[in-house]
């Protein structure tokens, strides 16, 4: 019975904006980093959340991660919102509870302290009522979790590989008891022969520590082998969302196609929808209404350039946000 | 056009010397587009670094040499290389965003280039960079833009007429396209390729990322810790790699094709090069090694065209 309920919301984001003021006095204008943005993390849930470079996916984490506030709309954890978290007590809690993984395995960590100073520090400061010699033992077994050999506490970051470190990283958010792990490009400075170790991870810390994940990624493949629901982001906004599977078998949205068929796949031969693409940056900066995408888009019509498109159901679970795609299904589909 | 014949470049440091390029060799016909890949620090950089004699010291070249259309470039003074440097081999750099000077227009750093190389009037170094930009895609009224004023693509592609502008024989590409995105990267791709057919240019191209290059070099080079684990045909390569190494690289990448099936990738971490491992450098990480693996060095063997440093593949013990 319950397993016919949908999965109960850890996390959502409703109508989340977040604008940044640039250009001096004389030249005020605002950059639109993220715009209307709507989504939900279950749990035990990993959702990949892909786009190109400046489509808002850090930004994102950012606000979730309570680095910045959302200039308008509201950030709802277990139902409750976030800008309601004012106290000391209430947002350590949060950041506990949904911490975050960086990018960067080398500048991450304190490089003057032994690597289990990071995980005795969390565990001091969030879960106080461990004694030192627990604190010691969990960071054992946090370590242990994320595979590495527990006497590793006692070295120094210098003294191991991007994989470690990036797995000390993982440690440090474990030991906090997450139910949200923010992870922001985790493998991307990794070498292509340890990333799957850290996915494999990823997808253990999922299934046996019953931990949600958001992945950011602009990797689709790896996305695809860890993740079970996708967010395509494209200058700010939602362009398509749904099962990972579903997307990218029946991507809907004209950037998602551009996209998957970019990405390097030996396995398949060379297409070409790629190749009259010459890439031009969005306008996110003051944009007028319409949808960002049109001005590479080969099925623009009249009201891409008047309307913002908003999601709409297009499959069972999967939303795009394009007016083309929402009117005349076929078209998209003879495209691809 | 390109010989390299048992390069190796040692990094003198107080603790020891590193030998970070160990008897490499590899040639690139004209018109070739040779790939070059590896993890980081198995000295893919170093060996381009070695081939465009641009080494700093500590690291030098102790031994091999670099016959680039006749002349052995090693030992070569800046003066001599000067001469042949951006007219016959020209660099593309890794970062883009570093390459290029942030305080100077596209224009002006095009023609310092120019001027470095050769005497030109002003006018002429106008027509040649317009030119040039036109043949990336890129208006030439970029020419009077900085480079903060491009976005990543552009300046990934201004790197690339910058190296075009004296219609070089071979260019050489430091994972030019690392810090763009899918779609920027492919088009970026596509776009080196056109211009490698349309000026019967040499490129190689080093990467770490070998499903890039799979549809756009000839030739695939694979380092490991240093020496070349595998050098054959692109598409052979692929289809039927032969080291253990190479295999296990393939392996290591997701598809967003096909079943979805679980990936181990390679066990362990690469070597730290100021101490490898004896016998076989892989051997640790290998799942098929053997003894003798651990005891003697594997050459370079040749197999069924193509070349592969593997104990188990020169005594036939490993089937294909």
């Excluded at chain 2, 106008?126 to 009224?141: C, F, H, N, Q």
């Amino acid at each position: 019975m319950t397993d016919e309920l949908p999965r109960a919301d850890l996390l959502r984001t409703e109508h989340v904006r977040r604008y940044f003021k640039i250009g001096n006095t004389l030249s005020r204008r605002t950059l639109h980093a993220v715009d209307d943005v709507s989504f939900a993390i279950g749990e035990r849930e990993i959702v990949a959340l892909a786009g190109e470079s400046g489509s808002g996916k850090s930004t994102i984490a950012r606000m979730l991660a309570q680095v910045y506030r959302p200039t308008s709309g509201e950030v709802y954890f277990e139902g409750k919102p976030l800008s309601s978290m004012t106290s000391r007590r209430d947002r350590l809690r949060y950041s506990a509870l949904v911490p975050m993984v960086f990018q960067d395995p080398f500048s991450s960590i304190n490089p003057v302290f032994r690597v289990q100073h990071g995980v005795l520090r969390c565990l001091k400061l969030h879960r106080p009522s461990l004694s030192a010699a627990q604190r010691l033992e969990e960071a054992g077994r946090v370590f242990e979790v994320v595979g590495l050999n527990p006497d590793m506490l006692q070295r120094f970051p210098y003294e191991l590989s991007g994989g470690q470190r990036q797995r000390v990283g993982f440690a440090q958010a474990l030991a906090m008891r997450p139910k949200l792990i923010l992870a922001d490009e985790p493998v991307s400075m990794l070498d292509v022969s340890i990333r799957i170790g850290l996915l494999n991870l990823m997808a253990k810390l999922r299934d046996e520590e019953g931990v949600s994940i958001l992945y950011i990624t602009h990797d689709i493949a790896s996305a695809r082998y860890v993740a079970d629901r996708l967010i395509v982001m494209y200058a700010g906004h939602i362009a398509e969302t749904g099962p990972i599977e579903d997307v990218l078998t029946h991507p809907r949205h004209p950037y998602t196609q551009l996209l998957l068929s970019a990405v390097p796949d030996p396995r398949a031969p060379l297409s070409v929808a790629a190749e009259t693409d010459r890439g031009e940056p969005p306008r996110v900066i003051d944009p007028a209404p319409g949808c960002l995408f049109r001005w590479r888009c080969p099925l623009a019509i009249d009201t891409c350039a008047q309307v913002t498109p908003v999601l709409a159901e297009l499959r069972p679970g999967h939303d795009a946000a394009c007016h083309v795609a929402q009117n005349s299904p076929e078209e998209v589909k003879a495209f691809t | 056009m390109l010989e390299v014949s048992g390069l190796s470049v040692d990094y003198i440091l107080d603790r020891g010397n590193v030998r970070a390029v160990d008897d490499v060799s590899f040639t690139a016909g004209r018109g070739e587009f040779l790939g070059i890949v590896g993890e980081s620090g198995c000295g893919k950089s170093t060996l381009l670094f070695a081939v465009a004699q641009l080494l700093a010291p500590p690291a030098t070249v102790a031994a091999g040499t670099v016959t680039f259309e006749g002349t052995n470039l090693v030992g070569l003074t800046d003066e001599q290389l000067s001469a042949m440097r951006w007219r016959d081999m020209s660099l593309v750099m890794q970062s883009a965003m570093n390459a290029l000077n942030p305080v100077k227009t596209i224009g002006a750093q095009f023609k310092d280039a120019m001027r470095a190389h050769g005497k030109f009037t002003g006018e002429e170094i106008t027509a040649r960079s317009a030119e040039v930009l036109k043949m990336v895609g890129i208006d030439p009224v970029h020419l009077r833009s900085y480079p903060f004023q491009l976005s990543g693509g552009m300046r990934q592609r201004s790197m690339i007429a910058m190296a075009m502008l004296f219609t070089p024989d071979l260019v050489i590409m430091d994972e030019p396209t690392s810090a763009l995105d899918v779609v920027a990267q492919r088009s970026l791709m596509v776009q080196i390729k056109e211009l490698q057919q349309a000026f019967g240019f040499a490129v190689i191209f080093v990467t770490h990322d070998m499903s890039l290059i799979s549809h756009f070099s000839d030739r695939l080079l694979v380092m490991y810790a240093g020496q070349v684990a595998e050098l054959g045909v692109t598409k052979e390569v692929f289809d039927r790699p032969l080291h253990p190494y190479t295999q296990g690289l393939l392996e290591a990448f997701p598809s967003i094709r096909g079943p979805r099936v679980p990936l181990k990738g390679i066990p362990g971490n690469p070597p730290d090069l100021s101490h490898v491992p004896s016998g076989c450098r892989f051997r640790p990480r290998c799942s098929y090694a053997i003894e003798k693996c651990a005891e003697l060095e594997p050459d370079l063997y040749p197999m069924d065209g193509a070349l592969v440093r593997c104990l188990r593949r020169e005594d036939g013990s490993l089937a294909s």
